[in-house]
């Protein structure tokens, strides 16, 4: 019903910027709210930021505040997330997630989950 896809993750040196794109589609009544976990090798999944459908509030993981923005674009399609300042530690599988409750995609419970892309931080 719904499909997420993230893109722009790669290989970049320690104090460098990314910035994820994840781009939605299916059918949709309402734009869920959306957010950004990841999971490195051995790790559990940690949340990193989340969005609500207007993009008018956001949420960040303590390990990134700061650092990381989330955003919406205009047409609410798209969910990014500028990485800046990047740190080795922040080397792992970014996903993007949806539901139809913030609360469920605050918690890591979201409905919906992109296939990840991998962010690799170099010292």
Do not use: H
């Not at 794109?21 to 059918?27: D, E, L, Q, T």
């Not at 990193?48 to 459908?53: H, L, P, R, S």
Request: charged share 20%; net charge neutral; glycine share 12%.
């Amino acid at each position: 019903q719904v499909q997420l896809v993230e893109s722009g993750g790669g290989l970049v040196q320690a104090g460098g910027a990314l910035r994820l794109s994840c781009a939605v589609s299916g059918r949709t009544i309402n734009d869920y709210p959306m957010g950004w976990f990841r999971q490195a090798p051995g790790k559990e999944r940690e949340f990193v930021a989340a969005i609500d459908w207007s993009g008018s509030a956001t949420y960040y993981g303590d390990s990134v505040k700061g650092r990381f923005t989330i955003s919406r674009g205009n047409a609410k399609n798209t969910v990014y997330l500028q990485m800046n300042n990047l740190k080795p530690e922040d080397t792992a599988v970014y996903y993007c997630a949806a539901d139809s409750r913030l609360s469920q995609v605050r918690s890591g419970e979201s409905d919906y989950w992109g296939q990840g892309t991998q962010v690799t931080v170099s010292s």
